[in-house]
Nanobody
């Protein structure tokens, strides 16, 4: 059974930074494409960022490009999301997701496993 456990969320003022972590277990992490999604109150879950299994290719939503950075450490089975210059509109529950063998980067349906989510709240 695959487990994804997010951490690092919290309350931060606008302009601040947070780093989210997602620790994976139960399957070969190094062969998984990993993604981050978020869901704000009253809104649908949306794509934030993803990274290929090698770490060479990264993908970002336009709303976070230039502010967020995704990375991974395959030796630690962990993927990170460094979030800088946070805005109140970044407030959401952030979810980590893993994909093995599927195509598609931006669609929730292409991811096989999900974490429980971590709350990020940005105050103005």
């Amino acid at each position: 059974q695959v487990q994804l456990v997010e951490s690092g969320g919290g309350l931060v003022q606008a302009g601040g930074s947070l780093r989210l972590s997602c620790a994976a277990s139960g399957r070969t992490f190094s062969s998984a494409r990993m993604g981050w999604f978020r869901q704000a109150p009253g809104k649908e879950r949306e794509f934030v960022s993803a990274i290929s299994w090698t770490g060479v290719s990264t993908y970002y939503a336009d709303s976070v490009k230039g502010r967020f950075t995704i990375s991974r450490d395959n030796a630690k089975n962990t993927v990170y999301l460094q979030m800088n210059t946070l805005k109140p509109e970044d407030t959401a529950v952030y979810y980590c997701a893993a994909q093995w063998g599927s195509s598609g980067t931006y669609s929730q349906s292409s991811y096989d496993y999900w974490g429980q989510g971590t709350q990020v709240t940005v105050s103005s």
